[in-house]
């Protein structure tokens, strides 16, 4: 497979593929289960064209009401919950719980433009906050010692010290999030790419691993490219074999297409959390979906199999849908 131009995403299929590629679904840990405000809609995938936040002095969306669908009581696009502490008083650090209730969207006064762009970095904190607080703490240390300056740096310490000492709250994540993503976003354009996503997870992650450059074929995953150190072009089999291969607490972010034009413009993160159960994370608000998604119990296709078949994968003309991995496996 070349790699090529990336466009016209055909039509997603409505039936899973069956054969080698599928692996046992695992049943969802207890308390991801995720009731919607409103009843489902047809795929419950979001659509960032219908998703209106609404502005207050420029700053950034102080509550998403234009969509009914989102959970406006666990979801951090309320106002309500930018100041509300990730480990409530005398429990425990709990990554699903923490980022059903975080997106990129927040309240507490980050440029706007950073939290329409920042899904790269935002999917790096998720993948740290489902390998735990020490994680995140080492993650925000180590952006405090690439920080573009001073003020940077101990606002990055400060979030550091409140991890681990179990007050930081949700705007925490939010200014972690939006520090990445202003350091990284070095190319002129809004958005990362994978080199801007390798960059940062080469600076912040405690491992990266990256595959090797070249094009490799496997039986029943497909095929691979890489054209180059962090950016890679996979059949979804492929995926799925990265997948089955984490280790607890590892992770890797997935491009994927949210707009159906067959060009990747979104990141969210896949990995295994700490009890040893897969997961998505996407960071932007999502209709009838918590930002947590669990493969589907059933063995059918829920937003876990969407975003992990490529069924959101960008589109190689001649070839089909297909998944872009930025950068590599990580460990914070």
Known sequence: MSVGTIQNTPAMTTQRPTGANQRPAHAAPSGDHFTPSQPSDQTGLMNRRSFMAAATNGSGPTY?????????????????????????????????????????L????????????????????????????????????????????????????GVRDRVLNGTATHADLSTLQDTMYRRYNTNGTAGMDAAEITAMQRDLAANVQFDPTGNTHTEFGGERAVPQQGKVVEDYGRTIDRIGDLQNGQSFTLGT???NDGQMNHWVQVGRDQDGNDYVYDPYPAGNQPHISRPDPNGGVGPYEEYTEARMGANVPGHGQVNVIGGGTTTF
């Open 64 to 104: 998403a009401g234009g969509d009914p669908t989102l959970d406006h009581n666990r979801q951090v696009c309320d106002p309500n919950l930018s100041n509300q502490p990730l480990v409530a008083q005398g429990g425990r650090w709990n990554g699903s719980s923490i980022l059903n209730a975080q997106s990129q």
């Open 257 to 259: 297409d949210t707009n």
């Open 106 to 157: 927040d309240t507490v006064g980050t440029d706007r433009a950073s939290q329409e762009s920042r899904c790269g970095a935002a999917s790096m904190v998720g993948g740290a906050v489902m390998q735990g607080p020490e994680a995140t703490a080492r993650l925000a240390e180590r952006m405090g010692s690439h920080a573009q300056n001073p003020e940077d740096a101990a606002r990055m310490n």
